[in-house]
């Protein structure tokens, strides 16, 4: 069953019950499921006048909100294929993703427009659309019901999804609609999502853990709520108990600003049901702290990647006192195995590669068989690169990646595009860049540079820094951009010649 589909089946079922709620829009504004197909139905009908075509692809530029909906749902009627951009990117990545994933047509609204380079040909060429809802009052209600479509197969791409590829690239992760509905279905039961649940929206919808909350809650009557700007932590915590939301979720990142800066452990939130964390490991103090100060609270500990759509493996709640650094089973229908080099699954309690067979691994990356060849066997196994060791009972532990991918504050980042950043400043000679662990961030970006120029004072060592502080932050957004940073006379190094960066980790 294609998306759409699924979600008109809840449409006819839910009717006039809440789907969407977005506080920033005009002091708070209310979707039901109906209004919202109706709505999505008016841009699927634009969309098909300016001549889209199934399986072409649309970009969405917009911070989660109820406009961003709609385009998703109104691209998914028309058969075509969701582009969520990151609007807090810069305009070099959204001209990168636009032309690598040759899109058709930009859907925005008037406040991201700031991200998109005055000089893009989506500007210049008639290929933007503004989504905004005194935009779309102007165009002329559709004649029927329904939206005619190309008929499409659930084994068709849905939605391309960029993350930072083994070079810091981004790739273009193609998930069908097949990948995201078995994901879903796995998630609407571990969760226990059923109509009438609230959950509050923390991440961006262009990551698939976003993506993904809305499907499983629109699929089953509940309603999505945007929160606000997550810098005001303590303004989230009030939502939550507001709105009488029943479930939230987020990586480490946001469990903890919640928790040191929002209160959390200090409010009454007695309509919350569950606290999801992926996207890393909470730390068990932590876990310990939520399950003292609010145990009727499901802790709920989830592992997937961007390739897996993204669910792989979830820990039963009941599970997670006994093992907090654990992230459970797979859900039936998603095998995993832990393998050695040559993909021979090993006994229980060797650590080896994890990897994921089952309808939720994604098709590849888009315009990209050579590294979906990589990653993809021919099997059909996605190879996370991630190493982990399953116990007696079935559950998976992770134990860190095969490379050294930083998570920090709910991103992921690959050492490689800071450090292609760095060397382009001319004070910079050699840098390299690690992850070390934060309690509030889950990690925190240290860079280790050798200078170019001679440092003869403390002045000299702090005019440097600044510059080259200057110079990330003109090419990095601020999440990306280093937080500590070290002079060094020489980077340590592998018997192979590589950057050792475990010894960086350890002081060396």
Known sequence: MLLAQRFYAAVQQYGE????????????????????????EVLAVALLRRGVKSAERLAILAPPSVDAVVAFWAIQRVGAVAVFLNDRQTCEHIDFVLDHAGAKLILAQRCSLAALDELSPYRAGGRLLLIDTDALEFIPAPLSTAVDTDPADCRDPAVIVYTSGSTGLPKGVCLSHRNLATAAEADIGYYGISAGDRYLMLVPLHYVHGLQQLLIHLFSGAAVYFAADFVFSNRITRQLQDWRISGVSGAPYHINALIERGKLLHTAL??????????????????????????????????????????????????????????????????????????????????????????????????????????????????????????????????????????????????????????????????????????????????????????????????????IRDHCLQFLPLVRAPRHYHFRSSLPLTASGKVDRQALLAGD
Not at 17 to 40: E, T
Not at 306 to 313: F, K
Not at 396 to 408: C, E, N, S, Y
């Open 270 to 467: 007695p309509s919350l049901r569950w606290l999801g964390v992926t996207g890393g490991a909470l730390a068990p103090a932590r876990i310990e702290q939520l399950r003292h100060c609010m145990p009727a609270v499901r802790i709920c500990i989830t592992y997937g990647q961007t390739e897996s759509a993204p669910r792989i493996t979830a820990l039963q709640p009941h599970k997670v006192d006994a093992k907090p650094t654990s992230v459970g089973a797979a859900p039936a229908g998603i095998d995993v195995a832990v393998v050695d080099s040559a993909g021979r699954p090993l006994p229980v309690g060797e650590v080896g590669e994890v990897v994921v067979a089952g309808d939720n691994v994604m098709l590849g990356y888009w315009r990209d068989p050579q590294a979906s060849r990589r990653v993809i066997d021919a099997e059909g196994r996605l190879w996370t690169g991630d190493l982990g060791r399953f116990d007696a009972d079935g559950d998976l532990f992770l134990l860190g990646r095969r490379q050294a991918m930083i998570k920090t504050a709910g991103e992921r980042i690959f050492p490689e595009e800071i450090e292609r950043v760095l060397s382009g400043h001319h004070l910079v000679r050699e840098a390299a860049v690690v992850g070390v662990a934060d309690p509030l961030y889950g990690q925190r970006i240290e860079a280790h540079i050798v200078s170019a120029e001679a440092q003869h004072s403390d002045s000299d060592r702090r005019q440097q820094l600044q510059q």
């Open 17 to 40: 019950r809440p789907a969407l709620f977005d506080s920033k829009q005009g002091g708070g504004r209310l979707l039901s499921y109906i209004a919202l197909w109706r709505r999505s």
